[in-house]
């Protein structure tokens, strides 16, 4: 059984990649607003703020992981 550290780390490396996963849709997206009309500008900014709430968000519980903030959400009992 894998200790509650172990778990934390688990879930740390998970959020992780997840941020990788965001960074690269921010790119895209950040990179489709050259030549984008006014109104596509608006729905990829719109894209934008979503995943840059997502990443912080992430960036958050990866902070709190690291503390003992969540640490009974890894206990057995």
């Given at each position: 059984?894998?200790?509650?550290?172990?778990?934390?780390?688990?879930?740390?490396?998970?959020?992780?990649?997840?941020?990788?996963y965001?960074?690269?849709?921010?790119?895209?997206?950040?990179?489709?607003?050259?030549?984008?009309?006014?109104?596509?500008?608006?729905?990829?900014?719109?894209?934008?703020?979503?995943?840059?709430?997502?990443?912080?968000?992430?960036?958050?519980?990866?902070?709190?992981?690291?503390?003992?903030?969540?640490?009974?959400?890894?206990?057995?009992?």
């Open positions: 059984m894998a200790t509650a550290a172990e778990k934390k780390r688990i879930v740390e490396d998970f959020l992780k990649r997840c941020n990788d965001s960074d690269n849709k921010l790119r895209n997206y950040r990179a489709s607003l050259t030549g984008a009309d006014d109104e596509q500008d608006l729905a990829i900014q719109d894209r934008i703020s979503h995943w840059v709430a997502y990443r912080a968000f992430n960036e958050h519980a990866i902070m709190e992981l690291k503390g003992s903030e969540l640490d009974d959400w890894f206990d057995d009992d």
